[in-house]
């Protein structure tokens, strides 16, 4: 089945929006792609009509196929971030950036053999599951950590540009060690690499942490 790009973007966002609310609506997918709801009205028309999602009292969902679909697509870019990342050594924020390009042209067994390439990684660079392994992703954000108590980062749980930068520049990655110091209003005070440093809370909301 032949996609517009467009389109199998709005496959992936109600995936993504799905694990971690059971279901998308049309203010979610407003919100994702900032454009207006007519513009996603025709879009999930289009999907319905092909039968890739369902619409139901305003919850959509994937169909299966439309999950196979998805799930094909962030297999593709999760594994173009490592490999541009692992093996190319570009930053997280150009590699976020070509990924969204690549996954649309990749062919599967391209994929395929960049996954053996990089010995089948579980996770993207930010620490989300690549489609097709049994992993399990448990923490909670930085922002609930309890103070003067190591954790380990285990996931960028959104993977906009401004989080990405801000999480790459101070080393806030999976496997990293960090501890919580202060928690203000507006702002953590974090220890990382032996050095202190202080983020927004905005930040604190996206890191996934674990003991």
Same mark, same amino acid.
């Given at each position: 089945?032949?996609?517009?790009?467009?389109?199998?973007?709005?496959?992936?966002?109600?995936?993504?929006?799905?694990?971690?609310?059971?279901?998308?609506?049309?203010?979610?997918?407003?919100?994702?792609?900032?454009?207006?709801?007519?513009?996603?009205?025709?879009?999930?028309?289009?999907?319905?009509?092909?039968?890739?999602?369902?619409?139901?009292?305003?919850?959509?969902?994937?169909?299966?196929?439309?999950?196979? %679909?998805?799930?094909?697509? *962030? &297999? @593709? =870019?999760? #594994?173009?971030? +490592? $490999?541009?990342?692992?093996? %190319?050594?570009?930053?997280? *924020? &150009? @590699? =976020?950036? #070509?990924?969204? +390009? $690549?996954?649309?042209?990749?062919?599967?067994?391209?994929?395929?053999?960049?996954?053996? #390439?990089?010995?089948?990684?579980?996770?993207?660079?930010?620490?989300?599951?690549?489609?097709?392994?049994?992993?399990?992703?448990?923490?909670?954000?930085?922002?609930?950590?309890?103070?003067?108590?190591?954790?380990?980062?285990?996931?960028?749980?959104?993977?906009?540009?401004?989080?990405?930068?801000?999480?790459?520049?101070?080393?806030?990655?999976?496997?990293?060690?960090?501890?919580?110091?202060?928690?203000?209003?507006?702002?953590?005070?974090?220890?990382?690499?032996?050095?202190?440093?202080?983020?927004?809370?905005?930040?604190?909301?996206?890191?996934?942490?674990?003991?």
């Amino acid at each position: 089945m032949e996609l517009s790009e467009p389109l199998e973007n709005y496959l992936k966002e109600i995936y993504e929006i799905e694990l971690l609310k059971g279901y998308a609506r049309v203010s979610d997918l407003i919100l994702a792609f900032n454009v207006s709801p007519g513009t996603v009205s025709k879009a999930l028309e289009k999907l319905e009509k092909i039968g890739l999602i369902e619409r139901d009292n305003k919850k959509i969902k994937l169909t299966a196929e439309g999950k196979k %679909i998805a799930e094909k697509l *962030i &297999r @593709a =870019h999760r #594994l173009s971030e +490592r $490999l541009l990342t692992d093996i %190319i050594g570009l930053d997280w *924020i &150009r @590699a =976020h950036q #070509l990924a969204h +390009r $690549l996954e649309h042209i990749w062919p599967e067994d391209v994929v395929d053999k960049i996954d053996e #390439l990089l010995g089948k990684p579980l996770t993207c660079p930010h620490g989300h599951p690549i489609p097709g392994r049994e992993v399990k992703v448990n923490g909670i954000k930085l922002s609930e950590a309890e103070c003067n108590k190591k954790y380990k980062v285990i996931m960028i749980i959104r993977e906009e540009e401004w989080i990405l930068s801000m999480a790459d520049e101070l080393n806030i990655k999976p496997g990293v060690e960090i501890k919580l110091i202060k928690k203000n209003e507006n702002d953590f005070v974090i220890e990382i690499d032996n050095k202190k440093e202080s983020i927004p809370k905005a930040l604190a909301e996206e890191v996934l942490v674990s003991e």
